[in-house]
């Protein structure tokens, strides 16, 4: 018997909509992005274990990740990538060391305050260079 992170690390539908909240859209916004479906459809197929090859490529170019990237994301390697990216920031390094052993829930709470922060900073600079 696998173990639950186990099940949720190969339930391509749960990585189709953490990828969803990293990129920061919306189930509405996604089901433009694959040609106008509804946010329900969207629902639903997050809630799908298994999905073919074509609608994960489908899914993946929507999203604007690749399908390899998708099929193999998972929380360690986004935390991975950012405490590499952001070595050196105490502040960061920290929040990280702090929710390490957090329940997913938090983690994910984390980065999307952590990406939404990000996205202010571009806006902010952006404007600065008008």
Not at 43 to 57: G, H, P, Y
Not at 101 to 121: A, C, G, M, S, T
Request: hydrophobic residues 35%.
């Amino acid at each position: 018997m696998k173990n639950n992170f186990e099940n949720v690390s190969s339930h391509i539908g749960r990585k189709i909509e953490k990828v969803r909240l990293l990129r920061g859209f919306t189930q509405t916004e996604l089901g433009e992005r694959l040609g106008g479906i509804s946010k329900q459809a969207i629902s639903k197929l997050e809630q799908t274990e298994v999905i073919d090859d074509n609608r994960i490529e489908e899914v993946a170019r929507a999203l604007g990740v690749t399908p390899s990237g998708l099929k193999k994301f998972n929380e360690e390697s986004v935390l991975y990538a950012t405490a590499n990216f952001y070595e050196g920031s105490h502040s960061v390094n920290t929040n990280i060391n702090t929710i390490i052993n957090d329940p997913v829930d938090k983690i994910i709470e984390f980065y999307e305050k952590r990406l939404q922060d990000l996205r202010n900073e571009i806006i902010a600079t952006l404007k600065d260079k008008k």
